[in-house]
T-cell receptor
Framework: AQSVAQPEDQVNVAEGNPLTVKCTYS??????LFWYVQYPNRGLQFLLK??????LVKGSYGFEAEFNKSQTSFHLKKPSALVSDSALYFC??????????FGKGTRLHILP | GAGVSQTPSNKVTEKGKYVELRCDPI?????LYWYRQSLGQGPEFLIY????????DSGLPNDRFFAVRPEGSVSTLKIQRTERGDSAVYLC?????????????FGAGSRLTVL
């Protein structure tokens, strides 16, 4: 069975600093990996995905994620954090049968 | 419609009652997913449909939960004999799978409170 782990409940970063939100996964076959963001009182929104190809994928709002097959990780990154990036971030993985499961989420606080 | 629509947005019911939650996906989206999200937690997978059939219902907690999608579009999640532990936000998402990229578009959710 597939699984997703987000080891940090919360990440605090000063505005303008780089940020990383960690995600590791377990799945049979080729991984299809996703990041979603949830702003307060808003629905979940897609940020970016990895299917195949370059290990560094770029997404919305200047976010990117690095796929590392040997470490089974898919960490979310941004070179320079904004206060408006403060939100709840979820990593997700799709198995070979199209079932998609989510991690428990990481709350990102960007400090002004 | 332009997005995924879920009704009702808010439902308060008493323990033991029956509840139906409706999801209207984006037109043409063949895949439809139901998740349950408790406060501060990630979406918990319940069931997903490809067309009219439930492709995977392994996340349904017990036989009080049931979901249908009779015409391959609108889906209804049905909860019998509700319990206080069923209180959560129920999320629906749809996608049009292309090249393995099941990008989900989520609805705003139905908040269920069981008193």
């Amino acid at each position: 069975a597939q699984s997703v782990a987000q080891p940090e409940d919360q990440v605090n970063v000063a505005e303008g600093n780089p940020l990383t939100v960690k995600c590791t996964y377990s799945v049979s076959g080729n991984p299809y990996l996703f990041w979603y963001v949830q702003y307060p009182n808003r629905g979940l929104q897609f940020l970016l995905k990895y299917i195949t190809g370059d290990n560094l994928v770029k997404g919305s709002y200047g976010f990117e994620a690095e796929f590392n097959k040997s470490q089974t990780s898919f960490h979310l990154k941004k070179p320079s954090a904004l206060v408006s990036d403060s939100a709840l971030y979820f990593c997700a993985v799709r198995d070979m049968y199209d079932k998609i499961i989510f991690g428990k989420g990481t709350r990102l606080h960007i400090l002004p | 419609g332009a997005g995924v629509s879920q009704t009702p947005s808010n439902k308060v019911t008493e323990k033991g009652k029956y509840v139906e939650l409706r999801c209207d996906p984006i037109s043409g989206h063949t895949a439809l997913y139901w998740y349950r999200q408790s406060l501060g937690q990630g979406p918990e997978f319940l069931i997903y449909f490809q067309g009219t059939g439930a492709a995977d219902d392994s996340g349904l907690p017990n036989d009080r939960f049931f979901a249908v999608r009779p015409e391959g579009s609108v889906s209804t999640l049905k909860i019998q004999r509700t319990e206080r532990g069923d209180s959560a936000v129920y999320l629906c998402a749809s996608s049009f799978p292309t090249s393995g990229a099941n990008v989900l578009t989520f609805g705003a959710g139905s908040r269920l409170t069981v008193l």
